[in-house]
């Protein structure tokens, strides 16, 4: 532990002004630089500490309060054992509510977007957070997304950007498509619209191309991971094992392919469906009659008005139309009526499926709806293990027949179970699992099929349809071909806002500025247009956390050799409402760079702990609700270490926080103790500690010792209940002896105040003045427990009466149980408990539990 002595003008303050105090401190911070991390020929070890960076609109709330926090203990932690930590700060400062609040303002979204940030700020700032303010970033500035459009371009180069046309989710109210991930319920996650289907050409992200990458290396994640956020991003890409099918379609010259889990039930097969919103179905009902175009457009427009989470419910009533149009069964040569309904959906598979309504409840309720065949291929009631059952047969020799299998036509229920396949030809027999194996085998065979996966995950569309996001940098000829802007032409950088209507139509405002959409082919020289789309916010913050290392860097997005020295990210630090979107997004560019060269790690956080929320009346706040906490006003009431003192303590870091349980009053008196003890020390800077009271430095070391064990499982609020035991104790020693000039109290003072530092940094560091130190405490290096303090000598051993607590002894830590048990049949208070009746049995744990029965 340093133990530089300060100044001799160095006074204890007289009074627990918190305002003068954090002014004093943070000055001092600004001006010493004290948190930027260490640079080339820095040889601490290093960690990388960051929390998800905040998105300007207005001020803090107290989810960025607890946020930053956990952050800053973690960081603070690690510089304290020795290690030159990075600990950023950025902006995700594009986006769809800076253009919404400067539309309805009247306003640029840069003024919004930069107003709020300086607010947000100076916030960050009065909390006491220990950033390298150096390196901020704001994903708005052409400095930034300049390397936006050049990781689109990387992307581009090796076919990983395309642009297609399909159906997309549009959102009628903020007039732009959105991705899969970004619709919660069939409803924008932005402003609740409900979300429509829309055919537009759009830019998609191959994210697919590595979805087995993307599920399998969530198993390097396990245990550093929350679970919780490894299984939504499983069950997201929803990867499903089978097979490839082919069917040939009478009238048409190419074969259709159908996905299926299911190869083995292709016996079973009686229709085919394919989604209404298909090129399929555009295409097959071509061919049929006037009446049934007619009926399939009305049913197309109809569906296009449902969402997909509609369209997916299992209790809906089933709908559809005939497409008087056949399949061919591949494994048995059968005709198939082909219909289309809308529980097929477009994007899943090949927007087709072979229908097997006796195994599948949808099927099995289309099929009763329509009046469709219904067959049975596998028997439930088989043993799938073991040899197959034995055919029996009465007196003569006549075959028994077993007992006949539930009739889901009469029913209503499909058989779902495992078992034993029937009327399937040359599967007949043969487990499940043994059956679709064969199945796969036979159609390989005849070229008519294949092993296949499938996935829920769909292609990332990063297209979108608003001003107030990166251009993507690609240029449209009048030929039809897209080519990229050269790079020495980037940034592409975005116009004046106020020569443009910013209000949603549909397409893109850019579309309109015809001096910037308007520029030549990089090719010809000649005219051609921007791409007026810009991009998707979430890829803005797929790689900001590498961005960081080479944040004024205009030649290059970041530096490799930084990438090696610092990542990837040791500790993350975010809510759970980010398990999917963003975390998956950045999990896949990491992958993308890896595969490039660039970085030499597949995973970009290695660590991740998921804040709980903080609450109000056990409500979510919100400003419509009225149930508001602002982070300002805690400020300006309390200060900045009494709320992070009484944030860190108000419960486990993963669970929600009731702010009407934070104890900010608490937290107060406690600092103002600490402060008080640092000032009553009366012994100098240079004594030897050793000679202090044992009992206090037992509390000390055991507490050296605890701690890092306890802040690495991010057990904060333990840390601060047991740092007001230690307070306590010092309290104690100072005022009913040895007295504050005993060398264990300066040692426990000390001790307490580098402990402090991560919870409450301005009043750790007054104490280390206080003490007789330079600044800065945040550079103190951990004091090593001393091992024969740790040995208790004395515990306290509980004394139970049938069941009751009834007294408490201190006993020798190594006492026997005989001895342990003669004291607890002693002592007075449970003399009095035992009364006159009989002591039946005695139960010892020597040396914390005695329990006594009686009758």
């Not at 930034?144 to 090796?158: A, E, G, K, V």
């Amino acid at each position: 532990m340093s133990q530089t002595p300060a100044p001799e003008n160095s006074a204890p303050a007289e009074a627990f002004d918190v305002h003068a105090i954090q002014a004093k401190w943070q000055a001092h911070w600004e001006q010493d630089e004290t948190f930027l991390a260490g640079g080339d020929a820095d040889n601490r070890p290093r960690k990388y500490v960051l929390p998800m960076f905040p998105y300007p609109s207005g001020d803090l709330h107290m989810g960025h309060a607890e946020n930053y926090l956990y952050s800053d203990i973690i960081a603070r932690f690690w510089r304290h054992r020795g290690y030159n930590v990075l600990h950023p700060v950025g902006w995700d400062s594009f986006g769809l509510p800076a253009e919404n609040a400067a539309i309805q303002r009247g306003e640029d979204p840069r003024e919004w977007t930069y107003d709020n940030i300086a607010q947000q700020r100076a916030s960050l700032k009065r909390y006491g957070i220990s950033f390298d303010w150096s390196r901020v970033l704001h994903t708005s500035d052409p400095e930034y997304y300049r390397w936006n459009q050049w990781l689109f371009q990387q992307l581009h180069d090796r076919d990983l950007a395309y642009r297609k046309e399909s159906p997309v989710n549009w959102c009628p109210n903020d007039q732009t498509v959105l991705a899969n991930e970004q619709v919660v319920d069939g409803a924008c996650e932005r402003c609740g619209a409900v979300v429509v289907k829309k055919k537009l050409t759009q830019w998609y992200f191959k994210i697919t191309d590595y979805a087995d990458r993307l599920l399998d290396d969530l198993n390097q994640l396990e245990g550093a991971w929350p679970s919780k956020v490894l299984q939504m991003q499983r069950n997201w890409i929803g990867r499903s094992v089978g097979a490839d099918i082919d069917f040939e379609i009478e009238g048409r010259d190419e074969r259709i392919t159908v996905f299926s889990t299911r190869p083995d039930t292709l016996y079973g097969a009686t229709f085919m469906v394919v989604a209404p919103d298909s090129d399929l179905a555009a295409e097959l009902v071509e061919g049929a009659s006037p009446e049934v175009r007619e009926r399939f457009q009305a049913y197309l427009s109809a569906t296009q008005k449902q969402t997909d989470i509609e369209r997916q419910q299992a209790d809906r009533e089933k709908t559809g139309v005939s497409l008087e149009r056949f399949a061919i069964n591949p494994i048995n040569g059968e005709r198939l009526p082909i219909w289309t309904a809308d529980y097929v959906l477009a994007d899943y598979g090949h927007g087709a499926v072979m229908a097997v309504p006796a195994h599948d409840q949808r099927d099995l309720d289309f099929a009763r709806k329509f009046d469709l065949p219904v067959r049975v291929v596998v028997d439930t009631t088989a043993p799938i293990t073991g040899a197959l059952p034995v055919i029996e047969t009465d007196d003569d020799g006549n075959l028994i027949d077993p007992e006949p299998l539930p009739s889901p036509v009469d029913t209503g229920e499909a058989l779902t179970g495992e078992g034993r396949l029937m009327n399937s030809g040359d599967l007949n027999g043969l487990s499940q699992r043994n059956a679709i194996s064969r199945a796969i085998e036979i159609l390989t065979k005849r070229g008519t099929g294949r092993a296949a996966k499938q996935y829920r995950l769909r292609d990332w569309l990063i297209s979108r349809q608003r001003f107030w996001g990166t251009p993507i940098p690609m240029v449209h000829t009048d030929d039809g071909r897209i080519e990229k802007v050269p790079a020495d032409q980037l940034p592409v950088t975005l116009p004046q806002a106020k020569d443009l209507d910013l209000k949603p139509k549909g397409s893109s405002p850019l579309g309109a500025a015809t001096d910037w959409v308007t520029t030549t082919d990089p090719v010809t020289g000649e005219a051609a247009l921007r791409d007026p789309d810009t991009m998707d916010t979430f890829v803005d913050s797929s790689w900001y956390f590498l961005r960081f290392l080479s944040s004024q860097d205009p030649t290059q997005a970041f530096d490799p050799k930084n990438a090696l020295r610092w990542a990837p990210v040791d500790t993350y630090v975010g809510g759970v409402e980010h398990a999917i979107l963003h975390l998956l997004y950045a999990r896949f560019i990491t992958k993308v760079l890896f595969d490039g060269g660039l970085v030499d790690f597949t995973e970009p956080f290695s660590s991740l702990i998921n804040q709980g929320m903080v609450i109000l009346d056990g409500a979510k706040m919100s400003k419509s609700k009225g149930n508001l906490v602002l982070f300002s006003d805690e400020l300006n009431a309390h200060g900045a270490d009494a709320l992070r003192v009484a944030l860190a303590f108000a419960g486990p870091v993963e669970d929600d926080k009731d702010w009407k349980d934070v104890q900010t009053a608490g937290a107060t008196k406690f600092l103002a103790r600490a402060l008080r003890a640092a000032g009553d020390v009366t012994s100098e800077t240079g004594v030897k500690w050793a000679d202090g009271d044992q009992a206090l430095r037992r509390v000390t070391h055991r507490l050296l010792a605890d701690a890092p064990g306890l802040v690495e499982q991010t057990k904060f609020n333990v840390v601060v209940a047991r740092l007001m035991e230690l307070v306590n104790a010092i309290r104690k020693t100072i005022d009913q002896g040895p007295g504050a000039a005993d060398p264990a109290v300066r040692e426990a003072v000390e001790v307490t105040a580098m402990i402090l530092d991560l919870f409450a940094p301005h009043t750790a560091e007054e104490m280390w003045e206080t003490l007789g130190y330079t600044p800065s405490i945040s550079q103190v290096t951990w004091r090593p427990a001393d091992p024969t303090l740790l040995v208790e000598e004395e515990v306290t051993a509980v004394v139970q009466v049938n069941g009751k607590v009834r007294a408490q002894l201190q006993v020798p830590a190594k006492i026997d149980s005989a001895s342990l048990e003669k004291m607890a049949r002693e002592d007075e208070k449970v003399i009095r408990s035992v009364g006159d009746k009989q002591i039946v049995k005695a139960i010892v744990r020597a040396p914390k539990i005695v329990s006594l029965v009686v009758k």
